[in-house]
């Protein structure tokens, strides 16, 4: 079964770049799938961030879209987060997940998840 | 639109049923998926579609959907079902993911 790992500093200085990887194991990273990032502040409810094809086909959370790329290394069947400019707002939980998505039956779920790493951003 | 509203709250006596609602109009055109997250840990799909189980999710959780609201229900609710659950879809253009802002649901 796939499983998804994040890898990267837990440590980030404002207006630093956060760099995130998540490997994934069990399973092809060039499968039928889209693989997201999510990420959850402190207390605070799941935010998505954005999502990725294997063929480098990305959607971004028009609130992110600016600060954000995500990108897939398919030699190393994983795919990575970077977000720029960051501050102490960025603060969170973030997660990888597999996205599962059924276009003609309207259908999108994410499954499984990763454990989640913290990135605490500050001086 | 770009927003699902869920009920920051909800309890719920042991063994009674309990539904927690998820409104959005991209539910109008998407089916909604949820998730349960205890603390500390990942969310886990227990929905999705329109009333589909993942392997090793009791059959006391069920979805269902009408109009522009997506409900989760938890028939003969446990202790262990005391969590966040989030709702999940895609927005009107269907290039985005949306989640709701999360039910917390206290088991009494």
């Known amino acids: 079964q796939v499983q998804l790992q994040e890898s990267g500093p837990g440590l980030v200085k404002p207006s630093g770049t956060l760099s995130l990887t998540c490997a994934v194991s069990?399973?092809?990273?060039?499968?039928?799938?889209?693989w997201s990032w999510v990420r959850q502040p402190p207390g605070k409810g799941l935010e998505w961030i954005g999502e990725i094809y294997h063929s480098g086909s990305t959607n971004y959370n028009p609130s992110l879209k600016s600060r954000v790329t995500i990108s897939v290394d398919k030699s190393k069947n994983q795919f990575s987060l970077k977000l720029s400019s960051v501050t102490a707002a960025d603060t969170a939980v973030y997660y990888c997940?597999?996205?599962?998505?059924?276009?003609?039956?309207?259908?999108?779920?994410?499954?499984?998840w990763g454990q989640g790493t913290l990135v605490t951003v500050s001086s | 639109s770009s927003e699902l509203t869920q009920d920051p709250a909800v309890s719920v006596a042991l063994g009674q049923t309990v539904r927690i609602t998820c409104q959005g109009d991209s539910l109008r055109s998407y089916y909604a998926s949820w998730y349960q997250q205890k603390p500390g840990q990942a969310p886990v799909l227990v929905i999705y579609g329109k009333n589909n189980r993942p392997s090793g999710i009791p059959d006391r959780f069920s979805g269902s959907s009408s109009g522009n609201t997506a409900s989760l229900t938890i028939t003969g609710a446990q202790a262990e079902d005391e969590a966040d659950y989030y709702c999940n879809s895609r927005d009107s253009s269907g290039n985005h993911l949306i989640f709701g802002g999360g039910t917390k649901l206290t088991v009494l």
């Open positions: 069990g399973g092809s990273i060039s499968s039928s799938n889209w």
């Open positions: 997940a597999r996205g599962i998505v059924v276009v003609p039956a309207a259908l999108n779920w994410f499954d499984p």
